[in-house]
């Protein structure tokens, strides 16, 4: 399923989209940050300074081991990944990394879908789920490894019943209206043209 051939017209011109989008300066901290939180090399042999490029990082994770790997760092015992070569036994394994994600807060609009690393179609937004799932590590106090900076947290205001009282007594301007305009307009009546007096004569 992961060899399908390349694709023709507009689906040709979507993957090419999407492969120029990826970054591989963000694909390098995110796999120093895999191995440093996983004590395991993405590709044994592979120094650090050298990229892997999205080839390298789809034949690397693309059975999800290493993926459960590093989410049961985080969450201990968040995911019971299968060895298996067969391929629903692996694409089960991205799947139960991607739960576990959401279940530890990653936002759905982060996170990639199971054909996109599986059959190979945009490893850029594979690359984007797991940056996320480190800055939601500091969020979550994680103790490993930090990755990007940490998520901004919401400020909730709290108004008191004097406060909201003013707010309600407060009548909102129309769209579009201005206060020095003349409110004895009379919208809707024709308009009366009067002639010139001296065409007249």
Known sequence: ?????????????IQAKLDSKYDIELEQQVRIWMESVTGEPLVQGMPQDVLLGPEMIHESLKDGVYLCQLMNVIVPGSCKPS??????????NISMFLTACEKYG?????????????????IGQVVQTIYALGRKCQSNNFEGPKLGPKESTPQTRQFNEEVLRRGESVIPMQMGSNKFQD?????G????IIPDASSAK
């Not at 023709?8 to 011109?13: D, I, K, L, N, P």
């Not at 990653?106 to 945009?122: A, G, P, Y």
């Open 106 to 122: 990653v936002k759905k609009v982060d996170m990639f879908q199971t054909v996109d690393l599986f059959d190979n179609t945009n």
């Open 183 to 187: 409110t004895g307009a009379d919208y």
């Open 1 to 13: 399923m992961a060899n399908r051939e390349a694709g023709y017209g507009f689906s040709a011109e």
């Open 83 to 92: 060895k298996s070569k067969i391929a629903f036994k692996q694409m089960e």
């Open 189 to 192: 009546k024709r308009r009366q």
